[in-house]
């Protein structure tokens, strides 16, 4: 199958214009309220909170922890947008439609995924400004740009993890329970609320293997500043991770869609 | 034919009934109950590994039941704040508005049934606390803790009720129950001391049940008497109850006036 320049301009339209109707259409939190309420509220107020849970306790220097719930707060936006993305086609009907047209599937959901990318980023960036405002947050000038490159990587694997979930909504209702017990994972697995160190090694292995872990590790190495070497190497693990769940997601948008045609339905529960 | 009930027991029948249907309503999605069941499993297993970390392992019963609380809220808030919401989708809160039952004692149960699984939410955090951190509450403080969660509960409820009235005229609660949920644990002193406050912040604080709750619970755990923050708890849950009743009759009156309840 060829692909010339005509497809190109085609997809790069798709990826552009098509996510950016997806995303006004799909995501329920575009609304001013609940994009303020959801997406920039809850992300600072969740910070907030734990920052002061670290001081009563008497944690010494709150700054690395706040890094890491800033990274932390941007969870709703790229699970919960990424399974919007997807699994509110079936609520608006357009589930059908969708998996009819012609266009190429990675185009198509990769479409879906880039505005929740650009969403997530944003959110990192708000609460970290929030952080600093509020907290007295300071990153080193010189460690800003990795640690804007550890969360651009954060953003783009766990989008790629909402992503994946929303590809359940293919053939199950209620993903969006899903959705919110991955949130409720990813405050004990990430890191960001409680140092690795006084966790057990079992959730700190499934953390390595989860969105976030090693982005919220890069930022905070950055920032303390330790050698390029050490936030370098985990933002490179981050990005494998999304690249992972990335690949995963496609295969079971692929192999859901193929069942959803062979089964005559776009249903299995 | 058995003679009526008194307007009293009638009441009281008509709750419990409306608690009853709305708790199997509410486990019919057993996904649902796990995370509402979970969550404060969660913020246990992060509070107690904090707290062991920052040296203060003594105190994971407490946390254990901080998490329980912050359990219950999330129910009171989730469910309440949007059982308004559902009605209206369903098609049932003109319904309910119309039934010849005083509003407040219609709605009383869309609180009270996820304040009953908030609660149930508690007792496990604190199972689970039990059994991975061998915290647990000492056996002679069992019963005066309990009646501390029920005071509690109570308290939260309070809060669910402002919010269950005042939603029936909300489109979009759901923006409201996302910006308030953690401000709250905050300003009730679950797991974050008042004294960290600011002033003001206090000052807030001290209008909302939930931070007298939450001290109850906490002198509970910690052995202190319990008496007054319980009274100050009863005291500022009663006007809640009494502004809520208030409430009510405005939005009874607007959504009567307007005939527009089913768009809010």
């Given at each position: 199958?060829?692909?010339?320049?005509?497809?190109?301009?085609?997809?790069?339209?798709?990826?552009?214009?098509?996510?950016?109707?997806?995303?006004?259409?799909?995501?329920?939190?575009?609304?001013?309220?609940?994009?303020?309420?959801?997406?920039?509220?809850?992300?600072?107020?969740?910070?907030?909170?734990?920052?002061?849970?670290?001081?009563?306790?008497?944690?010494?220097?709150?700054?690395?922890?706040?890094?890491?719930?800033?990274?932390?707060?941007?969870?709703?936006?790229?699970?919960m947008g990424g399974t919007m993305a997807i699994a509110n086609e079936r609520i608006y009907g357009t589930l059908g439609p969708v998996l009819l047209s012609t266009c190429r599937r990675g185009v198509l959901w990769a479409s879906r995924a880039v505005p929740y990318v650009v969403n997530?980023?944003?959110?990192?960036?708000?609460?970290?400004?929030?952080?600093?405002?509020?907290?007295?947050?300071?990153?080193?000038?010189?460690?800003?740009?990795?640690?804007?490159?550890?969360?651009?990587?954060?953003?783009?694997?766990?989008?790629?993890?909402?992503?994946?979930?929303?590809?359940?909504?293919?053939?199950?209702?209620?993903?969006?329970?899903?959705?919110?017990?991955?949130?409720?994972?990813?405050?004990?697995?990430?890191?960001?609320?409680?140092?690795?160190?006084?966790?057990?090694?079992?959730?700190?292995?499934?953390?390595?293997?989860?969105?976030?872990?090693?982005?919220?590790?890069?930022?905070?190495?950055?920032?303390?500043?330790?050698?390029?070497?050490?936030?370098?190497?985990?933002?490179?693990?981050?990005?494998?991770?999304?690249?992972?769940?990335?690949?995963?997601?496609?295969?079971?948008?692929?192999?859901?869609?193929?069942?959803?045609?062979?089964?005559?339905?776009?249903?299995?529960? | 034919?058995?003679?009526?009930?008194?307007?009293?027991?009638?009441?009281?029948?008509?709750?419990?009934?409306?608690?009853?249907?709305?708790?199997?309503?509410?486990?019919?999605?057993?996904?649902?109950?796990?995370?509402?069941?979970?969550?404060?499993?969660?913020?246990?297993?992060?509070?107690?590994?904090?707290?062991?970390?920052?040296?203060?392992?003594?105190?994971?019963?407490?946390?254990?039941?901080?998490?329980?609380?912050?359990?219950?809220?999330?129910?009171?808030?989730?469910?309440?704040?949007?059982?308004?919401?559902?009605?209206?989708?369903?098609?049932?809160?003109?319904?309910?508005?119309?039934?010849?039952?005083?509003?407040?004692?219609?709605?009383?149960?869309?609180?009270?049934?996820?304040?009953?699984?908030?609660?149930?939410?508690?007792?496990?955090?604190?199972?689970?606390?039990?059994?991975?951190?061998?915290?647990?509450?000492?056996?002679?403080?069992?019963?005066?803790?309990?009646?501390?969660?029920?005071?509690?509960?109570?308290?939260?409820?309070?809060?669910?009720?402002?919010?269950?009235?005042?939603?029936?005229?909300?489109?979009?609660?759901?923006?409201?129950?996302?910006?308030?949920?953690?401000?709250?644990?905050?300003?009730?002193?679950?797991?974050?001391?008042?004294?960290?406050?600011?002033?003001?912040?206090?000052?807030?604080?001290?209008?909302?049940?939930?931070?007298?709750?939450?001290?109850?619970?906490?002198?509970?755990?910690?052995?202190?008497?319990?008496?007054?923050?319980?009274?100050?708890?009863?005291?500022?849950?009663?006007?809640?109850?009494?502004?809520?009743?208030?409430?009510?009759?405005?939005?009874?009156?607007?959504?009567?006036?307007?005939?527009?309840?089913?768009?809010?």
């Amino acid at each position: 199958m060829s692909f010339d320049g005509t497809d190109i301009v085609r997809s790069i339209r798709m990826l552009v214009v098509g996510g950016l109707i997806s995303y006004r259409a799909l995501f329920q939190w575009t609304r001013p309220a609940s994009f303020v309420a959801s997406l920039m509220v809850m992300p600072v107020m969740q910070m907030v909170f734990f920052v002061l849970v670290g001081r009563a306790i008497g944690v010494a220097d709150d700054t690395l922890r706040a890094l890491g719930l800033a990274i932390l707060g941007a969870t709703g936006a790229c699970i919960m947008g990424g399974t919007m993305a997807i699994a509110n086609e079936r609520i608006y009907g357009t589930l059908g439609p969708v998996l009819l047209s012609t266009c190429r599937r990675g185009v198509l959901w990769a479409s879906r995924a880039v505005p929740y990318v650009v969403n997530a980023f944003a959110v990192m960036v708000f609460t970290l400004i929030c952080a600093r405002l509020l907290l007295g947050l300071r990153i080193p000038v010189g460690a800003l740009v990795p640690v804007l490159v550890a969360m651009a990587a954060g953003s783009l694997s766990c989008t790629a993890f909402g992503i994946g979930i929303g590809a359940l909504g293919l053939r199950f209702r209620n993903v969006n329970d899903v959705a919110n017990l991955a949130l409720m994972v990813f405050v004990v697995t990430s890191g960001a609320v409680v140092p690795p160190r006084a966790m057990p090694d079992w959730i700190n292995t499934v953390g390595a293997f989860l969105p976030l872990t090693h982005a919220i590790r890069a930022a905070r190495a950055a920032a303390s500043g330790q050698a390029w070497v050490t936030f370098g190497g985990e933002i490179l693990a981050e990005l494998a991770v999304g690249v992972g769940y990335g690949v995963l997601a496609l295969v079971m948008l692929r192999v859901f869609e193929a069942r959803s045609r062979n089964g005559l339905s776009l249903d299995a529960a | 034919m058995s003679a009526p009930l008194s307007r009293t027991r009638w009441s009281i029948r008509l709750v419990l009934v409306g608690v009853r249907t709305h708790l199997l309503f509410l486990a019919e999605s057993r996904i649902s109950i796990a995370i509402l069941l979970g969550t404060p499993v969660v913020y246990a297993l992060v509070g107690a590994y904090l707290y062991r970390d920052g040296g203060r392992g003594n105190d994971v019963v407490a946390v254990g039941a901080a998490a329980g609380i912050i359990g219950i809220w999330s129910a009171v808030l989730s469910n309440s704040g949007t059982a308004v919401h559902r009605q209206r989708w369903m098609g049932t809160l003109e319904l309910m508005m119309v039934s010849p039952a005083p509003l407040l004692l219609v709605l009383a149960p869309l609180v009270l049934a996820p304040t009953v699984l908030g609660v149930g939410s508690l007792a496990v955090a604190l199972a689970f606390t039990g059994l991975v951190f061998h915290a647990t509450v000492p056996v002679a403080a069992l019963l005066p803790f309990v009646l501390s969660v029920l005071v509690c509960a109570v308290a939260i409820a309070t809060m669910g009720l402002i919010m269950a009235v005042t939603f029936v005229l909300f489109r979009n609660p759901y923006a409201v129950v996302n910006a308030i949920e953690i401000p709250v644990w905050i300003l009730s002193g679950m797991m974050v001391p008042l004294g960290l406050l600011p002033g003001w912040a206090q000052s807030v604080a001290a209008v909302l049940p939930s931070r007298w709750g939450v001290e109850v619970v906490n002198d509970s755990v910690s052995g202190s008497p319990v008496l007054a923050a319980t009274l100050i708890a009863i005291a500022v849950a009663v006007l809640y109850v009494l502004a809520a009743a208030f409430i009510i009759r405005y939005v009874a009156r607007r959504a009567r006036a307007q005939g527009s309840l089913h768009l809010a």
